[in-house]
């Protein structure tokens, strides 16, 4: 069965700071990983990761995955209180194109 | 691009009655859709796939003549939930998956809020 591990589970930050979300992952035959935000309706999607070691970037979001070691992180930059929302993890196997999630990085930003 | 639209948003009804939720990808074509629901402060739980054309794969534990899916068109799928209690309230959330290469991105509704009286 497929696993996608997150961490922290939630965490509160003040406005300006950096914060480092955390995704770990076991699946048969991964095509993808996907990074989505979610705040009080559904999911929007952020960032869809295949190959290690490339970041991908927009704005003051980043991501990167490591396929060798299972895992990728999000980060982002410069927080603000627009920020705040639960940070959802996914991984896509090759042949069901079903998406296994986290729990989620609940992030809550402060002024 | 890749919008993904459900109506209706919200829905109260009465126990006992069938509700209508409807999934439109609008700007692109999707062979395949999901229905997901979330209960407060949880993770998604996926509830069926949904394939143009054929019959819907269900997730063990998931009632196929209670959650009844049509996936109509390329455009379009619907989930209808049957005799509805209150223990079927809950935020339903539908996805399409667009393609680009050989990956696919899921792209979510705004969700549908049920509440069963």
């Known amino acids: 069965e497929d696993k996608v591990v997150q961490s922290p589970l939630s965490l509160v930050v003040h406005e300006g700071d950096t914060v480092t979300l955390n995704c770990s992952y076991e699946v048969t035959n991964f095509r993808s990983l996907l990074w989505y935000k979610q705040e009080k309706k559904a999911p929007t999607f952020l960032f869809m990761l295949t190959s290690s070691g490339i970041e991908k970037k927009s704005g003051r979001l980043s991501s990167i995955l490591d396929k060798k070691e299972l895992f990728s992180i999000l980060n982002i930059t410069a927080t603000q209180t627009g920020d705040s929302a639960v940070y959802l993890c996914?991984?896509?196997?090759?042949?069901?194109?079903?998406?296994?999630f986290g729990k989620g990085n609940q992030v809550v930003v402060i002024p | 691009g890749a919008v993904v639209s459900q109506h209706p948003s919200w829905v109260i009804c009465k126990s006992g009655t069938s509700v209508k939720i409807e999934c439109r990808s609008l700007?692109?074509?999707?062979?395949?859709m999901f229905w997901y629901r979330q209960f407060p402060k949880q993770s998604l739980m996926l509830m069926a796939t949904s394939n143009e054309g054929s019959k819907a794969t269900y997730e063990q534990g998931v009632e196929k003549d209670k959650f009844l899916i049509n996936h109509a068109s390329l455009t379009l799928s619907t989930l209808t939930v049957t005799s509805a209690h209150p223990e079927d309230s809950s935020f339903y959330i539908c996805s399409a998956r667009a393609f680009s290469g050989a990956s696919g991105t899921q792209y979510f509704g705004p969700g549908t809020r049920l509440l069963v009286l």
């Open positions: 700007d692109f074509q999707a062979t395949t």
């Open positions: 996914a991984v896509e196997a090759r042949g069901n194109n079903r998406l296994a």
